[in-house]
């Protein structure tokens, strides 16, 4: 390896490099290979005056990584993202920087990627009928990541703004998947809700969510956040990304766990136990897959994109 050479992917490169479906696979293979998520270093986070600014390193065998994220909410009225970033991947032998990516596409691509790990573990096999919450990168993402382990034949879109919507909606119908703006009670007859919003309460009556249905919920990694209520978790199976991290981060757990809804054993695994078969998975109820976002994710999507190796 050249210690001088540093590539520089920007977001169409890493499209070019790394297309949903391999991010996926590398993400499930890490976790099959033995990688454990409670051992991830905790991201730090500096509150500014703009927002935040997260610092998410990571190592394995191979590489070290280092992102740092912008979350600035004010963004998007300025016609700008909400979240900017940069990623730095290092050998980890010798630290000397192998590449600069692109943080923010990278976190577009590694967040849905690892929800769809989630979604090919628990949901029916036949599973067509998928609800978005949001309208946003994230929505498209995870449209793109749920189709690529499912046979999706329907999307509903469910957004504040309705122009958004639409959007998100021909988006899907230029792909050839139907699609069109639904109210939040299509809960009822959806196989996968995914929730990509920067919403804060609860965002659809949960007692409508079918007993077989798996709601995803990504959108939040503060503890008081979230994006389903107390109901929904105290009668799902729950998977989270890290136990670590959920009982950090998750307002979706930590909420109910504060008010005495739920316990810590509401928790039925991580993503490395469901991934290896260790999660049992009940028939007869949700499934619902809580994310925060974790720097494991970023570093093997980061390394796939350079070499195809975690």
Not at 86 to 101: E, Q
Request: glycine share 8%; net charge negative; charged share 20%.
């Amino acid at each position: 390896m050249n210690p001088t050479k540093l590539s520089l992917i920007d977001a169409e490169e890493l499209a070019r490099r790394l297309p949903m479906a391999r991010a996926i696979a590398a993400l499930d293979g890490a976790l099959r290979a033995g990688l454990d998520p409670e051992a991830d270093v905790p991201r730090s986070v500096l509150d500014v005056q703009a927002g935040q600014l997260l610092l998410m390193p990571a190592t394995s065998s191979s590489y070290a990584g280092v992102k740092i994220a912008a979350v600035a909410p004010d963004n998007p009225a300025r016609g700008l993202p909400r979240i900017v970033a940069s990623y730095l991947l290092m050998n980890a032998a010798t630290l000397c920087p192998v590449a600069m990516i692109d943080g923010s596409a990278l976190t577009l691509l590694r967040t849905p990627a690892v929800s769809a790990v989630a979604v090919d573990h628990l949901a029916a096999p036949d599973a067509e009928r998928l609800v978005v919450f949001g309208a946003g990168p994230q929505a498209w993402g995870h449209v793109e990541a749920v189709r690529a382990v499912r046979p999706i034949s329907s999307v509903g879109v469910v957004a504040r703004r309705p122009e958004r919507a639409a959007e998100l909606v021909e988006r899907c119908r230029s792909t050839g998947l139907p699609a069109e703006a639904v109210p939040s009670q299509a809960v009822a007859t959806a196989d996968v809700i995914a929730c990509c919003t920067t919403a804060r309460t609860p965002l659809f009556p949960t007692e409508a969510v079918a007993d077989h249905a798996v709601v995803v919920a990504m959108g939040a990694h503060e503890p008081t956040a979230r994006e389903v209520d107390g109901t929904l978790v105290a009668r799902s199976t729950v998977v989270v990304e890290a136990r670590t991290a959920a009982l950090r981060e998750a307002g979706d757990i930590l909420i109910p766990l504060r008010s005495g809804d739920v316990d810590t054993g509401v928790i039925a695994g991580n993503l490395s136990e469901l991934v290896s078969g260790a999660v049992d998975v009940a028939p007869g109820r949700p499934r619902l897959f809580k994310g925060t976002g974790m720097a494991w994710q970023d570093l093997v999507v980061a390394a796939a994109a350079v070499d195809g190796s975690p």
